[in-house]
């Protein structure tokens, strides 16, 4: 049947094969016909509808919030930036030239008598500046070098002593060593002999030529390979010629005009030498000249031994710098010690000041008789501290011009604030400079800021007509523009956001005297190859093989073909893989439809980055492969129809009812998935979805009676199958392994989870900015409503705003949460880290520590191997948080133990971490220490201040208040230890509500008692800085600012939180339940076996129970397993046996032989029906592990351990029963609420592999009574010895606090702040008395106060530059357009080559693929305009609907014409006719249509190439999976396999394929089912 006319390609597109895509089903007429299930006509009477609501999840509308102010400030930062970098590097030129002026002997300088004192104002004076000027401006010179030198020693220093590092070649040390001392004699000559006799217009212009090295490396490094090579190495000889003309011109010019001027004549070997300082940037290791090859050799292996080299190299240019200031100088002095006094340089010193006649410009001396002779000497006196004043702005303005040029780098805004202002420096600076000059020359006073004595070396006279016409300065615009090439590579990075300076620049640190130039030739030129398209796997749906859908994107024809092509590692192995792996066990319908939009967006996104490389033929970098993985804790429960059977759970059904819903809210069009498919599995079951952008949800339904349930064994199951057996299971090198495994990340997520795709990208960005980072997390929103809900968004607040902040500055994050991590699959995989992550708890310990807060223990475990762990605020996930007081009591019960414990552990091991981790330091550890110390004390901190609060509100005694407060905190420890955890959440419920009276008390009491004794008391400073941080705090988060008024609800229950809570989580140490989301299940049936084991082990522990006691032998029964040879008894009462032996029981004996005999043939038969195919006939439970599984090789494999499964009351019952299998026909399968999806099986070798890990690692945990009572021991032996003490800690400090504030007039210290003077006047003899009265202190509080104050401090600084480092991930991460336009991207191309993922975005959408963008009832248009019936009637009439976003890419991107976009026609068809409702231009149509010709160009010269041959295997997705194949109708028609109307009609159910159905990984063709 036809498309509908609406539907229908242009004429002669429908049947061109091009059009397919290389795909099994064609693009064309039928492929928009969606599913057969949505042809169906909806009934006139049915047409009523529910419109999809618009998205409001928090991540969407955090994102919106601020998207505005951000491009704002991203503005402010390009032009903040660009100032400060120009700024800064001017300054820094022009200071350096100032001070080489002042090295000149015997300069003569005209100056301003008007700022000097003993100088008349009417006459002129000339200056000569003395030898101690030109000592103390040398030295000036070299503390300058130096001090960019001692920080690349410090850094160099910091890295081999605190991180890791290798020793280098002897060679490659010699010639690093070789190449720096060239540098720095080069510097060192063009500061202390060249730039001195020249002017400083001159030397300005001259620091342009020091790029001549760098230009012949770079010539020599040129390969066939790069693009228009021979326009580029002729460029590069004639930006050398340029360079070579500096070495000659000034020389030339200056030749004989001055007989004392050989010094110009080094001008050649100084800026030859200096240009070596960047040769390592220049060289390749891929070029054709051996010397050049060997360098790139060198400058490879420096990655690693840069810092070794330079621990000594640094201070080796140092030594350096000073010999040849030294011997230059010599040249200079009189005498030649005079440079080692620098007491009498730096001291003032007397400067000679000659009075001269003014000359008119005829050359005339003024007629006055008044006129003073010429030759009469004065003097004036130097300043002292002007020389020190320049050396600290010049170091102030270098390191800000580095420092604001790394930061222009890391958020790629390079090209308008780096490489711009770095080039304009010299232009700048020899403006202002010969502005300054002439301003100069027309008066002497025209700089009254500096002192009288202090200019540049300027030429007289008119200075531009002069450089002009006579010194050739016009030569300088070839050094600038040939400088400008050899650094083109500036304007165009390609490093990635954030990037480590290691990665921006080759050398630590910069040149202070060359800054420009330093910093243009040190930037990396970044010549990495990209990511090629055709490297991507962008074709997931053609990939049948059965065994490629378990080695994902990677060749599975490696090593066993190839060994030369396996070793090889494949660009496309540094994809981003990202494997989404949420837990779930009872999250509600809310909280797993959040999980699910979050899913779905990230689908969205991944669907468009990958179709934007497929068809626009774009490189996006931020491509990743994206897979979900849900893990589904005890997902089974006893069927209603049958109690002997299992099905899934009502959590399961609901994640299955939620998955259309969810993608109508994301794509805001009624939308229905496909019905997930089954798959039978050794610990369950699994599901698995296709979405929409053909990414998958695989949900794995865990079995509790077959696998180990609960989170941390579900983080452990998937870990080994993602890691281990997708991973490390394939045949492929090593290295592609080792490659893969470091860009392989695990996202974790919790199944009530809500974020964007921008969080996990800024995720990913630190995951590829540092390699050695294991775990990154981000900020997590708790949501929900109530007051329980207001405290925990301000605790949370302020554990991200100041603990995690200072974690990750100062060492490493200690917690990554579970509930949103992107965990790196290489550092998962390490040892101590998996394989540890899963040991079995044996120890009350470990119940504490593993399976109470199993994010914290996997991050401990990162930790101690050494790897990194971060936190980005600017990542935004929401979370819901309990809401109830007795939910977040029994969260908060288990995360404050594991919490303790885990940091405990670290700090035990804590001189073994900090030997293995980088960045885990003594201070990080001291300042962890206190941490624990103040959370050890804070009840006794809190119970503390309570007391002191009630003395200052009631104004009652000390002891008084002491008794008050310790009467409700010892009834309720007594509560604890006695009562039931909920009547001890109960009380705690009640304490709560008075404390937070009382807080109000306090609180008011505070005030007043801060009115009478004033506001510098230590308290009331406490109070006011603590708060004062934290509104400055919420401030600097202005996206979180409405966290800070639930502080006042988080004041009101401090003492609940960290008193009463401290206190129920030790008493209830021992309860390691989980506490939280915890649901009533069925009671399952039970069988005869177990009815009568019970029965048993009941007359047993009656029997034992007789015994007992000391009648108990009266009740002693007859046993008669044993009998004697003699026997005497009397009445029963009692019997006497002698030589006692076993009874003879023939009878038990044969029946035992015969029971054994039937068992070995039972067995023997059942091997024979399996090798002969025929299925056993005993019946199977589905509760336990089958007797027979299917391997891969279809060959049965017997367990001979399990037991007979007959059950008497099975062999009762009458009738034919279904043969069961649980790895081939398990009854969950049958639930209608699964809907009628594909039933599938999965291979052998994951079925084998499941079930080995199972066996090894993830059997369920049955502990028999003795080990149960034995662990309850155990926990409880852990609690009492936990809470003696933590108890004892706490009385202790309470005791000695107390007893100091007792005695405090004894001993105490006095407060210097807040003095009372009290005047006492007695009236006898009028004499008046005034004393002082000092605020006493108790030392060891005072010192607690000080202890948090700094530990307040600490937080708050880290802090602030946690916060500029978010604020720069964010910069990075935003776009602005007309910031980024260069010359080349002005076409339409261009900006499609730049906006390709957002254009897809736009093309892809599945709303308004069938016209529906006039829905005006979703678009909330006046009601009067509505046309409601007509839109009823049309929703009546469609029939068809497009449900996958690259069919809907391509129907729209297909139907593009060149004419129609050309001439503006808005409706060639009807989805043209909606291009403009997706905001793209006409012009962008137009580029649109060239692209889409050229797509279908290249696939018709395929197709013509490749005719008749076979199609290649290709590489697996991981965002699909072999049951993406097309499902053929008998007619021939397409079927959209995502896509399901409402109207589902299979036809008759699915049927179970054969135990025999499994596919092995030779049966690589795909089969086509037929209805």
Same mark, same amino acid.
């Given at each position: 049947?036809?498309?509908?006319?609406?539907?229908?390609?242009?004429?002669?597109?429908?049947?061109?094969?091009?059009?397919?895509?290389?795909?099994?089903?064609?693009?064309?007429?039928?492929?928009?016909?969606?599913?057969?299930?949505?042809?169906?006509?909806?009934?006139?009477?049915?047409?009523?509808?529910?419109?999809?609501?618009?998205?409001?999840?928090?991540?969407?509308?955090?994102?919106?919030?601020?998207?505005?102010?951000?491009?704002?400030?991203?503005?402010?930062?390009?032009?903040?930036?660009?100032?400060?970098?120009?700024?800064?590097?001017?300054?820094?030129?022009?200071?350096?030239?100032?001070?080489?002026?002042?090295?000149?002997?015997?300069?003569?300088?005209?100056?301003?008598?008007?700022?000097?004192?003993?100088?008349?104002?009417?006459?002129?004076?000339?200056?000569?500046?003395?030898?101690?000027?030109?000592?103390?401006?040398?030295?000036?010179?070299?503390?300058?070098?130096?001090?960019?030198?001692?920080?690349?020693?410090?850094?160099?220093?910091?890295?081999?002593?605190?991180?890791?590092?290798?020793?280098?070649?002897?060679?490659?040390?010699?010639?690093?060593?070789?190449?720096?001392?060239?540098?720095?004699?080069?510097?060192?000559?063009?500061?202390?002999?060249?730039?001195?006799?020249?002017?400083?217009?001159?030397?300005?212009?001259?620091?342009?030529?020091?790029?001549?090295?760098?230009?012949?490396?770079?010539?020599?490094?040129?390969?066939?390979?790069?693009?228009?090579?021979?326009?580029?190495?002729?460029?590069?000889?004639?930006?050398?010629?340029?360079?070579?003309?500096?070495?000659?011109?000034?020389?030339?010019?200056?030749?004989?005009?001055?007989?004392?001027?050989?010094?110009?004549?080094?001008?050649?070997?100084?800026?030859?030498?200096?240009?070596?300082?960047?040769?390592?940037?220049?060289?390749?290791?891929?070029?054709?000249?051996?010397?050049?090859?060997?360098?790139?050799?060198?400058?490879?292996?420096?990655?690693?031994?840069?810092?070794?080299?330079?621990?000594?190299?640094?201070?080796?240019?140092?030594?350096?710098?000073?010999?040849?200031?030294?011997?230059?100088?010599?040249?200079?002095?009189?005498?030649?010690?005079?440079?080692?006094?620098?007491?009498?340089?730096?001291?003032?010193?007397?400067?000679?000041?000659?009075?001269?006649?003014?000359?008119?410009?005829?050359?005339?001396?003024?007629?006055?008789?008044?006129?003073?002779?010429?030759?009469?000497?004065?003097?004036?006196?130097?300043?002292?501290?002007?020389?020190?004043?320049?050396?600290?702005?010049?170091?102030?303005?270098?390191?800000?011009?580095?420092?604001?040029?790394?930061?222009?780098?890391?958020?790629?805004?390079?090209?308008?604030?780096?490489?711009?202002?770095?080039?304009?420096?010299?232009?700048?600076?020899?403006?202002?400079?010969?502005?300054?000059?002439?301003?100069?020359?027309?008066?002497?006073?025209?700089?009254?800021?500096?002192?009288?004595?202090?200019?540049?070396?300027?030429?007289?006279?008119?200075?531009?007509?002069?450089?002009?016409?006579?010194?050739?300065?016009?030569?300088?615009?070839?050094?600038?523009?040939?400088?400008?090439?050899?650094?083109?590579?500036?304007?165009?990075?390609?490093?990635?956001?954030?990037?480590?300076?290691?990665?921006?620049?080759?050398?630590?640190?910069?040149?202070?005297?060359?800054?420009?130039?330093?910093?243009?030739?040190?930037?990396?030129?970044?010549?990495?190859?990209?990511?090629?398209?055709?490297?991507?796997?962008?074709?997931?749906?053609?990939?049948?093989?059965?065994?490629?859908?378990?080695?994902?994107?990677?060749?599975?024809?490696?090593?066993?073909?190839?060994?030369?092509?396996?070793?090889?590692?494949?660009?496309?192995?540094?994809?981003?893989?990202?494997?989404?792996?949420?837990?779930?066990?009872?999250?509600?319908?809310?909280?797993?439809?959040?999980?699910?939009?979050?899913?779905?967006?990230?689908?969205?996104?991944?669907?468009?980055?990958?179709?934007?490389?497929?068809?626009?033929?774009?490189?996006?970098?931020?491509?990743?492969?994206?897979?979900?993985?849900?893990?589904?804790?005890?997902?089974?429960?006893?069927?209603?129809?049958?109690?002997?059977?299992?099905?899934?759970?009502?959590?399961?059904?609901?994640?299955?009812?939620?998955?259309?819903?969810?993608?109508?809210?994301?794509?805001?069009?009624?939308?229905?998935?496909?019905?997930?498919?089954?798959?039978?599995?050794?610990?369950?079951?699994?599901?698995?979805?296709?979405?929409?952008?053909?990414?998958?949800?695989?949900?794995?339904?865990?079995?509790?009676?077959?696998?180990?349930?609960?989170?941390?064994?579900?983080?452990?199951?998937?870990?080994?199958?993602?890691?281990?057996?997708?991973?490390?299971?394939?045949?492929?090198?090593?290295?592609?392994?080792?490659?893969?495994?470091?860009?392989?990340?695990?996202?974790?997520?919790?199944?009530?989870?809500?974020?964007?795709?921008?969080?996990?990208?800024?995720?990913?960005?630190?995951?590829?900015?540092?390699?050695?980072?294991?775990?990154?997390?981000?900020?997590?929103?708790?949501?929900?409503?109530?007051?329980?809900?207001?405290?925990?968004?301000?605790?949370?607040?302020?554990?991200?705003?100041?603990?995690?902040?200072?974690?990750?500055?100062?060492?490493?994050?200690?917690?990554?949460?579970?509930?949103?991590?992107?965990?790196?699959?290489?550092?998962?995989?390490?040892?101590?880290?998996?394989?540890?992550?899963?040991?079995?708890?044996?120890?009350?310990?470990?119940?504490?520590?593993?399976?109470?807060?199993?994010?914290?223990?996997?991050?401990?475990?990162?930790?101690?191997?050494?790897?990194?762990?971060?936190?980005?605020?600017?990542?935004?996930?929401?979370?819901?948080?309990?809401?109830?007081?007795?939910?977040?009591?029994?969260?908060?019960?288990?995360?404050?133990?594991?919490?303790?414990?885990?940091?405990?552990?670290?700090?035990?091991?804590?001189?073994?971490?900090?030997?293995?981790?980088?960045?885990?330091?003594?201070?990080?550890?001291?300042?962890?220490?206190?941490?624990?110390?103040?959370?050890?004390?804070?009840?006794?901190?809190?119970?503390?201040?309570?007391?002191?609060?009630?003395?200052?509100?009631?104004?009652?005694?000390?002891?008084?208040?002491?008794?008050?407060?310790?009467?409700?905190?010892?009834?309720?420890?007594?509560?604890?230890?006695?009562?039931?955890?909920?009547?001890?959440?109960?009380?705690?419920?009640?304490?709560?509500?008075?404390?937070?009276?009382?807080?109000?008390?306090?609180?008011?009491?505070?005030?007043?008692?801060?009115?009478?004794?004033?506001?510098?008391?230590?308290?009331?400073?406490?109070?006011?800085?603590?708060?004062?941080?934290?509104?400055?705090?919420?401030?600097?988060?202005?996206?979180?600012?409405?966290?800070?008024?639930?502080?006042?609800?988080?004041?009101?229950?401090?003492?609940?939180?960290?008193?009463?809570?401290?206190?129920?989580?030790?008493?209830?140490?021992?309860?390691?339940?989980?506490?939280?989301?915890?649901?009533?299940?069925?009671?399952?049936?039970?069988?005869?076996?177990?009815?009568?084991?019970?029965?048993?082990?009941?007359?047993?522990?009656?029997?034992?129970?007789?015994?007992?006691?000391?009648?108990?032998?009266?009740?002693?029964?007859?046993?008669?397993?044993?009998?004697?040879?003699?026997?005497?008894?009397?009445?029963?009462?009692?019997?006497?046996?002698?030589?006692?032996?076993?009874?003879?029981?023939?009878?038990?004996?044969? *029946?035992?032989?015969?029971?054994?005999? $039937?068992?070995? +043939?039972? @067995?023997?038969?059942?091997? &024979?029906?399996?090798?002969? =195919? !025929?299925?056993?006939?005993?019946?199977?439970?589905?509760?336990?592990?089958?007797?027979?599984?299917?391997?891969?090789?279809?060959?049965?494999?017997?367990?001979?351990?399990?037991?007979?499964?007959?059950?008497?009351?099975?062999?009762?019952?009458?009738?034919?029963?279904?043969?069961?299998?649980?790895?081939?026909?398990?009854?969950?399968?049958?639930?209608?609420?699964?809907?009628?999806?594909?039933?599938?099986?999965?291979?052998?070798?994951?079925?084998?592999?499941?079930?080995?890990?199972?066996?090894?690692?993830?059997?369920?945990?049955?502990?028999?009574?003795?080990?149960?009572?034995?662990?309850?021991?155990?926990?409880?032996?852990?609690?009492?010895?936990?809470?003696?003490?933590?108890?004892?800690?706490?009385? *202790?400090?309470?005791?000695?606090?107390? $007893?100091?504030? +007792?005695? @405090?007039?004894?001993?105490? &210290?006095?407060?210097?702040? =807040? !003095?009372?003077?009290?005047?006492?006047?007695?009236?006898?003899?009028?004499?008046?008395?005034?004393?002082?009265?000092?605020?006493?202190?108790?030392?060891?509080?005072?010192?607690?106060?000080?202890?948090?104050?700094?530990?307040?401090?600490?937080?708050?600084?880290?802090?602030?530059?946690?916060?500029?480092?978010?604020?720069?991930?964010?910069?990075?991460?935003?776009?602005?357009?007309?910031?980024?336009?260069?010359?080349?991207?002005?076409?339409?191309?261009?900006?499609?080559?730049?906006?390709?993922?957002?254009?897809?975005?736009?093309?892809?959408?599945?709303?308004?693929?069938?016209?529906?963008?006039?829905?005006?009832?979703?678009?909330?248009?006046?009601?009067?305009?509505?046309?409601?019936?007509?839109?009823?009637?049309?929703?009546?009439?469609?029939?068809?609907?497009?449900?996958?976003?690259?069919?809907?890419?391509?129907?729209?991107?297909?139907? !593009?014409?060149?004419?129609?976009?050309?001439?503006?026609?808005?409706?060639?068809?009807?989805?043209?006719?909606?291009?403009?409702?997706?905001?793209?231009?006409?012009?962008?149509?137009?580029?649109?249509?060239?692209?889409?010709?050229?797509?279908?160009?290249?696939?018709?010269?395929?197709?013509?190439?490749?005719?008749?041959?076979?199609?290649?295997?290709?590489?697996?997705?991981?965002?699909?999976?072999?049951?993406?194949?097309?499902?053929?109708?008998?007619?021939?028609?397409?079927?959209?396999?995502?896509?399901?109307?409402?109207?589902?009609?299979?036809?008759?159910?699915?049927?179970?394929?054969?135990?025999?159905?499994?596919?092995?990984?030779?049966?690589?063709?795909?089969?086509?089912?037929?209805?």
């Amino acid at each position: 049947m036809p498309p509908p006319a609406h539907l229908q390609l242009p004429v002669g597109e429908g049947s061109d094969p091009e059009f397919s895509d290389d795909e099994n089903s064609p693009l064309g007429q039928d492929i928009y016909g969606g599913s057969r299930r949505s042809v169906q006509e909806t009934k006139a009477w049915d047409v009523f509808r529910t419109v999809p609501p618009s998205t409001s999840s928090l991540s969407e509308d955090s994102q919106k919030f601020l998207e505005l102010t951000i491009k704002c400030l991203k503005v402010f930062t390009y032009l903040l930036t660009f100032g400060i970098v120009l700024a800064s590097g001017v300054i820094t030129k022009g200071l350096v030239l100032l001070m080489t002026s002042q090295l000149k002997k015997t300069k003569k300088l005209p100056i301003c008598a008007k700022s000097s004192v003993g100088l008349s104002s009417e006459k002129d004076y000339i200056a000569t500046i003395p030898e101690e000027e030109n000592v103390v401006w040398a030295w000036i010179l070299f503390f300058c070098f130096i001090v960019p030198e001692l920080g690349t020693w410090f850094r160099s220093t910091r890295m081999c002593v605190f991180k890791s590092w290798k020793k280098p070649l002897l060679g490659d040390f010699f010639v690093v060593w070789f190449f720096e001392t060239l540098h720095t004699v080069g510097t060192s000559l063009l500061v202390y002999l060249v730039l001195p006799d020249l002017d400083v217009i001159k030397g300005a212009m001259l620091t342009n030529c020091v790029a001549f090295m760098p230009g012949l490396f770079g010539l020599l490094s040129r390969t066939k390979k790069d693009s228009h090579v021979f326009l580029k190495v002729l460029m590069d000889l004639l930006a050398l010629a340029c360079q070579l003309t500096g070495f000659v011109v000034w020389p030339i010019v200056e030749y004989g005009k001055d007989p004392n001027s050989w010094r110009i004549w080094l001008i050649p070997l100084a800026i030859f030498f200096t240009s070596f300082g960047w040769w390592e940037n220049y060289v390749d290791k891929h070029s054709k000249f051996t010397m050049i090859k060997y360098f790139g050799g060198i400058k490879e292996r420096l990655w690693r031994t840069r810092y070794f080299c330079y621990v000594f190299v640094s201070l080796w240019k140092c030594l350096v710098f000073f010999t040849v200031m030294v011997i230059s100088m010599s040249t200079r002095l009189q005498d030649f010690y005079a440079i080692f006094e620098l007491g009498k340089a730096f001291s003032g010193h007397s400067i000679n000041v000659t009075e001269v006649r003014e000359t008119l410009p005829g050359h005339t001396v003024p007629d006055f008789p008044t006129v003073a002779p010429l030759d009469n000497t004065q003097t004036i006196m130097s300043t002292d501290g002007t020389p020190v004043y320049v050396f600290l702005i010049q170091v102030f303005t270098a390191w800000i011009c580095y420092i604001f040029g790394k930061f222009a780098c890391k958020i790629c805004i390079q090209g308008f604030s780096f490489a711009f202002p770095v080039n304009l420096v010299i232009p700048v600076s020899i403006s202002l400079l010969i502005t300054a000059c002439g301003l100069r020359f027309d008066t002497a006073c025209s700089f009254n800021v500096m002192p009288p004595y202090l200019f540049w070396e300027c030429k007289n006279g008119d200075i531009l007509n002069d450089f002009l016409n006579h010194d050739y300065a016009w030569v300088w615009l070839f050094w600038l523009l040939s400088q400008t090439w050899i650094t083109l590579h500036i304007w165009t990075p390609k490093c990635e956001r954030l990037a480590s300076t290691e990665k921006l620049f080759v050398t630590p640190m910069y040149n202070s005297l060359l800054i420009d130039q330093s910093m243009a030739l040190n930037r990396r030129r970044d010549d990495e190859g990209d990511v090629k398209t055709e490297d991507l796997n962008l074709n997931p749906e053609e990939h049948e093989n059965e065994v490629s859908q378990y080695y994902e994107t990677i060749s599975i024809h490696t090593d066993s073909s190839n060994t030369n092509n396996a070793t090889k590692i494949k660009s496309s192995d540094h994809i981003t893989r990202i494997y989404a792996t949420a837990t779930m066990w009872h999250e509600n319908e809310e909280e797993m439809m959040e999980m699910l939009k979050s899913i779905l967006r990230m689908d969205e996104d991944q669907s468009a980055r990958r179709v934007a490389q497929k068809y626009l033929k774009i490189v996006d970098l931020d491509y990743y492969e994206f897979e979900t993985h849900i893990f589904f804790d005890d997902a089974f429960e006893i069927s209603d129809d049958n109690e002997d059977e299992n099905v899934v759970n009502q959590f399961v059904k609901l994640l299955v009812d939620l998955m259309d819903d969810a993608a109508t809210h994301v794509h805001q069009t009624n939308i229905r998935i496909r019905p997930p498919k089954k798959f039978p599995a050794p610990y369950g079951g699994r599901l698995v979805w296709t979405l929409p952008g053909k990414t998958k949800i695989v949900a794995h339904l865990k079995d509790k009676s077959k696998i180990r349930h609960k989170k941390r064994w579900s983080q452990v199951m998937y870990m080994y199958y993602l890691l281990g057996f997708k991973l490390m299971d394939q045949p492929i090198s090593v290295d592609r392994k080792e490659i893969i495994a470091e860009n392989t990340f695990l996202l974790t997520l919790d199944g009530d989870i809500d974020f964007t795709p921008s969080a996990v990208a800024l995720l990913v960005d630190l995951m590829k900015k540092n390699t050695n980072l294991g775990a990154a997390c981000g900020r997590i929103h708790p949501v929900g409503s109530g007051l329980m809900v207001w405290y925990q968004m301000f605790e949370y607040a302020i554990g991200h705003w100041l603990q995690k902040a200072t974690e990750h500055m100062i060492g490493c994050v200690l917690c990554s949460p579970g509930c949103f991590s992107l965990f790196r699959g290489k550092a998962l995989m390490d040892d101590n880290v998996m394989a540890r992550y899963t040991l079995k708890s044996s120890q009350a310990r470990h119940y504490v520590q593993y399976d109470q807060g199993e994010d914290r223990w996997l991050c401990t475990l990162l930790l101690q191997r050494g790897y990194r762990v971060e936190y980005s605020a600017a990542s935004d996930a929401y979370t819901h948080a309990p809401e109830g007081f007795s939910e977040f009591y029994n969260q908060r019960r288990r995360w404050v133990p594991s919490t303790m414990a885990n940091i405990m552990d670290l700090l035990q091991a804590y001189k073994k971490t900090i030997e293995v981790n980088d960045n885990i330091s003594l201070p990080y550890i001291s300042y962890q220490t206190m941490l624990m110390a103040g959370t050890i004390l804070g009840p006794a901190t809190i119970f503390l201040m309570l007391v002191g609060a009630f003395v200052a509100a009631f104004r009652i005694a000390n002891w008084l208040s002491f008794q008050y407060n310790i009467i409700p905190i010892f009834l309720f420890m007594v509560a604890c230890f006695t009562l039931k955890s909920s009547i001890q959440i109960s009380i705690a419920y009640v304490l709560t509500a008075v404390y937070a009276l009382v807080m109000i008390v306090v609180l008011v009491g505070m005030i007043l008692n801060f009115a009478e004794e004033g506001w510098n008391t230590p308290t009331a400073i406490f109070f006011l800085c603590t708060t004062a941080s934290f509104v400055i705090t919420g401030l600097v988060h202005p996206k979180e600012i409405l966290c800070l008024p639930c502080g006042l609800v988080y004041y009101l229950v401090v003492p609940s939180m960290y008193l009463l809570l401290q206190i129920y989580s030790c008493f209830n140490l021992n309860n390691v339940s989980w506490g939280t989301r915890e649901v009533a299940t069925k009671a399952k049936k039970k069988t005869r076996e177990e009815i009568e084991a019970e029965r048993k082990a009941a007359e047993e522990a009656k029997k034992m129970k007789k015994k007992e006691g000391f009648l108990g032998f009266l009740h002693r029964e007859k046993e008669n397993d044993d009998e004697g040879s003699i026997e005497f008894s009397l009445a029963g009462l009692f019997k006497i046996m002698c030589c006692v032996h076993p009874k003879v029981n023939d009878e038990r004996q044969q *029946l035992a032989s015969i029971a054994n005999s $039937l068992d070995i +043939l039972k @067995k023997r038969f059942e091997t &024979i029906e399996s090798h002969m =195919g !025929i299925a056993p006939s005993a019946r199977r439970r589905s509760t336990m592990q089958p007797r027979s599984s299917i391997r891969g090789d279809g060959v049965s494999s017997i367990n001979e351990d399990i037991a007979n499964d007959y059950s008497d009351s099975e062999s009762e019952k009458s009738g034919p029963k279904e043969e069961r299998d649980d790895l081939v026909n398990p009854y969950w399968m049958e639930d209608k609420a699964l809907k009628r999806g594909e039933v599938d099986y999965m291979p052998g070798a994951e079925v084998q592999f499941f079930k080995d890990l199972i066996e090894k690692y993830l059997y369920p945990l049955i502990k028999n009574s003795t080990e149960q009572k034995q662990a309850e021991v155990e926990l409880k032996e852990l609690r009492n010895k936990s809470f003696f003490g933590f108890f004892m800690l706490n009385a *202790l400090f309470v005791l000695i606090v107390f $007893l100091l504030q +007792l005695n @405090k007039d004894e001993l105490h &210290i006095d407060w210097p702040l =807040g !003095i009372k003077e009290n005047i006492t006047i007695i009236p006898d003899t009028q004499e008046v008395l005034i004393s002082q009265e000092y605020l006493q202190l108790e030392p060891i509080g005072l010192v607690f106060v000080f202890f948090f104050a700094l530990i307040l401090v600490i937080q708050f600084i880290a802090m602030l530059f946690h916060r500029f480092g978010t604020i720069s991930h964010i910069l990075a991460s935003t776009e602005l357009t007309c910031c980024n336009k260069k010359a080349e991207d002005a076409t339409e191309d261009a900006f499609i080559q730049r906006n390709a993922v957002d254009i897809v975005r736009q093309l892809q959408r599945l709303k308004g693929i069938d016209g529906d963008y006039d829905n005006d009832s979703v678009e909330g248009g006046q009601l009067g305009r509505r046309k409601t019936i007509h839109n009823l009637e049309r929703h009546r009439q469609k029939k068809q609907a497009i449900g996958t976003l690259d069919v809907a890419f391509k129907k729209r991107f297909f139907s !593009i014409s060149a004419e129609a976009a050309e001439n503006g026609m808005d409706t060639e068809t009807p989805v043209l006719g909606n291009m403009r409702r997706l905001s793209i231009r006409r012009e962008t149509m137009k580029a649109l249509a060239e692209r889409r010709e050229t797509v279908v160009q290249e696939r018709r010269q395929s197709k013509m190439m490749t005719m008749g041959a076979k199609k290649p295997r290709t590489r697996m997705s991981i965002a699909s999976e072999v049951d993406n194949q097309r499902v053929f109708t008998p007619g021939g028609g397409n079927i959209n396999d995502a896509y399901e109307s409402d109207t589902e009609h299979y036809g008759a159910p699915p049927s179970i394929r054969s135990a025999m159905r499994y596919r092995t990984a030779e049966e690589n063709i795909p089969s086509k089912i037929y209805s």
